[in-house]
């Protein structure tokens, strides 16, 4: 089945616009600052979206659930006081990146990558870390969501089960992960971590909107 194609909107890049395409989007916001962008299923709500705030449509959006009124009222709602992450890893360049928002202002906290090699669970993995690192500096009690039940049960046993193997490539990577695990030891963590509900909530605010 042929993959539905997605317009991509920027707001903050190097040119602030629609495009077609995630090739001509990235050249527009990878390696740009605290970029905001995000994809549309079709042109006219990409077009209309640029005109508009961004924070009206990024972890805003209109969905359809399947989940009845009483299953949406006892997930409740995201807490606004909460940091929210995402990774992602591109199978076509190799490369893998994180990023971390704020539920409540929608602004980027931060940003990590693309770097070459790594898995999507392994990005998720370092972005819940970084979220904790970063709430820790900030004296901040803000609670963390992922849409990864993998990488929180990794954070939760502070040991990531990936199985990508030692080599030359994964050398980076690998000690990236390192680093994360002996962070998990040597704290102790204040904040809660706990499961984004997309069917409930709709997309994670700090998705990449690649899909």
Known sequence: ???????????????????????????????????????????????????????????????????????LEKIGNPLQDSICVDGAFNTRTNEMEYQGVSYQSRHKLFHFGPIDAGTNNIAEFLAII??????????????????????????????????????????????????????LRKNTIHNAVEKWQTEAWGENPADFGRK
Not at 162 to 181: P, W
């Open 1 to 71: 089945m042929k993959k539905a194609q997605k317009f991509y909107t920027v707001w903050v890049g190097r040119r602030p616009g629609v495009y077609m395409t995630w090739d001509e989007c990235k050249e527009q916001v990878v390696g740009y600052e605290n970029a905001v962008y995000k994809s549309f299923s079709t042109l006219e709500q990409a077009k209309k979206a640029f005109l508009g705030n961004s924070k009206e449509f990024i972890g805003n959006d209109t969905f359809e659930t399947s989940l009845s009124s009483e299953e």
């Open 130 to 183: 970084h979220a904790l690192a970063y709430c820790k500096d900030h004296a901040l009690s803000a609670t963390v969501y992922s849409d990864s039940q993998t990488a929180i049960s990794w954070v939760n046993k502070q040991k990531a089960k990936t199985k990508i193997d030692d080599t030359y490539r994964n050398q980076y990577v690998l000690s990236l992960i390192k680093r994360g695990e002996d962070w």
